[in-house]
């Protein structure tokens, strides 16, 4: 089973391909080349450092909370993403 995480796009680097990322303070950098027209706050889909896809705001909260209430990530996460 593969897991993607929604995270917000917190700013974009010069190169266009790489990102900052935050997910409840967390920040992390990832590749975004295989995402086109991403911009900051934006939310993408996040697996093993690579953006997949981009989403709405809406269906990041409702992902999350969906993987809160079955306990994959912490619930802190999702409401600090509200």
């Known amino acids: 089973m593969c897991l993607a995480i929604p995270v ?3 700013s974009i680097k010069a190169d ?4 900052l990322v935050s997910l409840n303070g ?3 950098e990832i590749s975004i080349a295989l995402v086109d027209d991403v911009e900051v706050g934006d939310f993408v889909l996040l697996h093993v450092g ?8 809406e269906e990041a909260e409702r992902t999350l909370a969906i993987m ?9 996460v999702r409401e600090n993403l509200s």
């Open 8 to 10: 917000e796009i917190v």
């Open 16 to 19: 266009d391909e790489t990102a």
């Open 26 to 28: 967390i920040k992390k």
């Open 50 to 57: 690579y953006a997949l896809n981009k989403i709405s705001p």
């Open 68 to 76: 809160a209430e079955s306990g994959v990530i912490e619930q802190t």
